[in-house]
């Protein structure tokens, strides 16, 4: 098993970046896709990137395409999310999540997912 824990949260003005990490232990981090998600208040979890095992490939939701990037480093089981030109609208909570067992990266269901963080909040002010 893997655990997961998020980190770099925080308030932001419109326009501004900010990039959080995603920190598993417990197990080979490299067996592991890793995923974004976000969540706003009254709404669903939502998709936001993912990324390979040896960070080769990455998939993006059309939402965030060209303003978000997915990285990892297995050194030091850590991925990633660099968000750039924030909008009020990504204000959610942020959410990673694994799974050893998907042979794609374009998994963007909650339920493809095995393990998850706890979230960070990102708030995003106009």
């Known amino acids: 098993q893997v655990q997961l824990v998020e980190s770099g949260g925080a308030l932001a003005q419109a326009g501004g970046s900010l990039r959080l990490s995603c920190a598993a232990s417990?197990?080979?981090?490299?067996?592991?896709?890793v995923g974004w998600f976000h969540q706003a208040p009254g709404k669903e979890r939502q998709f936001v990137a993912a990324?390979?095992?040896?960070?080769?490939?990455?998939y993006y939701s059309d939402f965030v395409k060209g303003g978000f990037t997915i990285s990892r480093d297995n050194a030091k089981n850590t991925v990633y999310l660099q968000m750039n030109s924030l909008k009020p609208e990504d204000t959610a909570v942020y959410y990673c999540a694994a799974s050893a067992l998907l042979m794609s990266v374009a998994a963007t269901d909650t339920r493809s997912y095995d393990y998850w963080g706890q979230g960070t909040q990102v708030t995003v002010s106009s």
């Open positions: 417990g197990d080979t981090f490299s067996r592991y896709v």
């Open positions: 990324i390979s095992r040896n960070g080769g490939t990455t």
